[in-house]
């Protein structure tokens, strides 16, 4: 069975640009959420889908963050205009209906704003 | 003040001797608490985890949790050069939806 999935690895982009992250969760999971580390920080939680509503997104920094989950699959959180303090690792995680206990992290998207 | 304390570490220990990690949390409503692993450039991967106060054991992993006094503890015994990672405690509410993650704390098992 594959894992949370997330695109891409990387992403260096310039104060004022925008990035779009993407995030596939576990084939099934109805849960998904996204999270962040800053440099020197834990990682926080930023929102909540449960399908494709968002249950909570008491986390998110600001308006600049916007995040989607159409259909229900796949989620995307784009970043418009970019800042500085953006810069961290970007986190997906996905549960089951069930089991928000148990949340299965990806990769991460380490993203750096210059 | 952060809902979950971890120290940061590093903790080195040489292979073969039990690790021994540990965190402390603020709030009460915390029910569900975990451990993840994360090696280096990768995302947390859930080890263990336990509901309310008790011991839970996998394998060569031991978790701890004691609500009295808000402290939650891993053990790694015969620890192994694999086991060399960063290891974070998180905490939820019971029907919670966000994790609580403490800093984590970087182990090395020395060859």
């Known amino acids: 069975e594959a894992g949370v999935t997330q695109f891409p690895s990387h992403s260096v982009i310039e104060k004022g640009q925008t990035v779009t992250l993407r995030c596939d969760p576990i084939?099934?999971?109805?849960?998904l959420y996204w999270y962040r580390r800053v440099m020197g920080k834990e990682i926080k939680f930023l929102l909540h889908f449960v399908k494709e509503s968002k249950q909570d997104e008491s986390g998110m920094p600001n308006n600049r963050f916007l995040a989607e989950r159409t259909g229900g699959t796949y989620s995307t959180l784009k970043v418009q205009p970019a800042e500085l303090e953006d810069s961290g690792v970007y986190f997906c995680a996905s549960s089951g209906e069930a089991t928000q206990e148990t949340q299965y992290f990806g990769p991460g998207t380490r993203l750096l704003v210059l | 003040q952060k809902e979950v304390e971890q120290d940061p570490g590093p903790l080195s220990v040489p292979e073969g001797a039990i690790v021994s990690l540990n965190c402390t949390y603020s709030n009460s409503a915390f029910q569900y608490f975990m451990w993840y692993r994360q090696y280096s450039r990768k995302g947390p991967e859930l080890l263990m985890y336990t509901y309310s106060s008790g011991n839970k054991e996998d394998g060569r992993f031991t978790a701890q949790v004691d609500k009295s006094s808000k402290y939650i503890s891993l053990f790694i015994r015969d620890s192994q050069p694999s086991d060399s990672a960063t290891y974070l405690c998180a905490a939820i509410k019971a029907a919670g939806n966000k994790l609580t993650f403490g800093g984590g704390t970087r182990v090395l098992v020395k060859p």
């Open positions: 084939s099934g999971h109805d849960n």
